[in-house]
């Protein structure tokens, strides 16, 4: 297995797939896909929508393998979260 190297900054790789998302992807695909995971390869523009990002980049890397992929949770700030919520809080 090979590993690919970042072409971009963390800034830069996060402006672009923003972009890319914000308006070309979002305005196609928002709609009736709450919550699901885009991948975005932030040099060609190309997608895929699947349920879990490790199915978005499989298919998206079948395609683009030397994609540089930006993920997105449809409706939510960010793809995945940390820690536990939730009412069974301990006191």
Request: negative net charge; without cysteine.
């Amino acid at each position: 297995m090979t590993t690919q190297q970042l072409r971009y900054s963390k800034e830069e790789f996060a402006q672009r797939g923003s972009k890319i998302y914000e308006s070309l992807v979002r305005p196609q695909i928002e709609e009736g896909n709450h919550g699901k995971i885009v991948a975005i390869d932030i040099e060609t523009g190309a997608y895929e929508l699947a349920k879990d990002s490790l199915t978005a980049s499989d298919q998206l890397l079948a395609q683009y393998p030397d994609a540089q992929i930006w993920f997105v949770r449809i409706g939510h700030q960010a793809v995945h979260r940390v820690g536990f919520i939730g009412s069974n809080v301990l006191q």
